[in-house]
């Protein structure tokens, strides 16, 4: 269905936009290639995925919900709370056992933790109303590591990481829709999607490869094995070296998150074992090429204008790694695919998960192994840092500007 883009209310100089629909036409988008897809709301610029998560794209969807960072806390199974502004946890609540992400709803409502305990009877989503940014009952559900949603918004998926398995459920009740196994993914955990929304690429973690799904015919297309680079960075507990490298002795890798380029072609899948992110062509579903980030490269976030991507890494190999390590955040200009700065944690750190700021000025991340939340400035790669508790994870800053979302962390488009 088309769509139209009306700019309908203003508050403290943020405008808000509302999607109408302008015809009574089946719902069809039109993409880059031309293809319909039915269901999935048309891109505003065909050659950019990223066109409508700027400071000026904010839904009338979050007008009068509350600007905070809700910060899950893998350890301590309890939620903090910040708030942006002052910089101070203003709240904090527990919630299930090994919340990992915190994730914002298709139509930007609400807030799920997903709280990943292995046992069937102990997973839940905990939902967060981000107008009160209080959590309501938890609903349980079968080892939700991380969660997505089909891009036309029918269905959530939950990745059920121990199980191999990806679960699509109701997005409103979770109730099961159906199920697709993929039991040559083990760590199954993190996603993005094609640009028509035809298909979705996962990595696995423990496999060292992705997994390419189709959406519409609800099927595994087929499995990737990356490769690793000839040398990678030397496990240190000194500053990051960008030229302390080693011979890479590391058999296969450990992917982590995963983007997909502005205009579709290639996507960005971060590795924990190879220290960067490799570069795959998501059609021909092979790899193309390799580039250098830091040690333990962790989580992936495009800059608001859809030029940049924050890099971030945990400055260790290790899933389990110290306080204070080599950690920082590489940025990589998106139309070159080279590196363009290299931002450090002053005092060592960890970056993790996290993401930016409605108004692209500040890049939020969980400090993983250091029980601390930083707020860097995307300026100059200053940091702030927060005490949170213990092992914090996929943090979400709330709200983001677009119109719906895909998951995670907060993949807007």
Known sequence: ???????????????????????????????????DVAGMPAL????????????????????????????????????????????KVVDKFKVGMAPQHVIPSYDL????????????????????????????????????????????????????????????RDPHTMAMQYSIDTPHCGGINHADFSIDGRFVLFTCEFEGGLVKIDLAKRKVL???????????????????????????????????????????KHFFVADMDADGVHVVDGDSFKQIGFISAGPGTHGLYPSRDG????????GTHRIHGLPKG??????????????????PIPGGGSPD???????????????RYDDMVYRIDTANGAVNKIKVGGEPHGLTVWPQPGRYSLGHTGNLR
């Not at 700021?357 to 400090?367: E, I, N, P, R």
């Open 44 to 87: 505003v610029d065909p050659k950019n995925v990223y066109s409508e998560i700027g400071p000026t794209h904010m839904s009338k969807a979050v007008q009068g919900q509350l600007a905070r960072v809700y910060v899950p806390n893998l350890r301590t199974n309890d939620v903090y709370v910040i708030d942006p502004a002052t910089l």
């Open 109 to 168: 409502q609400t807030l799920w933790v997903a709280n990943n305990s292995e046992r069937h009877q102990e997973g839940s989503l905990t939902p967060i109303d981000p107008r009160t940014g209080k959590p309501g009952a938890p609903v349980p559900v079968d080892d939700p590591y991380n969660m997505y949603y089909t891009p036309d918004g029918k269905s959530a998926i939950v990745v059920a990481e121990a199980r191999k398995r990806l679960d699509f």
């Open 1 to 35: 269905m088309p769509l139209l883009l009306l700019a309908v209310a203003a508050s403290a100089g943020v405008a808000y936009y509302e999607y109408r629909a302008v015809s009574a036409a089946p719902p069809k988008t039109v993409t880059a290639r031309g293809a």
């Open 353 to 367: 998960m996290g993401n930016v700021s409605a108004d692209g000025k500040w890049l939020w991340l969980s400090g």
């Open 326 to 343: 080599p950690g920082g955040v590489a940025v990589m200009d998106f139309a070159t695919e080279k590196l363009t700065a290299h931002w």
């Open 307 to 314: 030029k940049s991507l924050y890099i971030a890494f945990r």
């Open 222 to 264: 087929g499995y990737l094995k990356l490769q690793m680079p000839p040398t990678r960075f030397k496990e240190s507990r000194m500053a990051f070296d960008p030229k302390a490298l080693e011979v890479c002795s590391a058999r296969k890798g450990m992917p982590q998150d995963i983007r997909v380029s502005p205009d579709g």
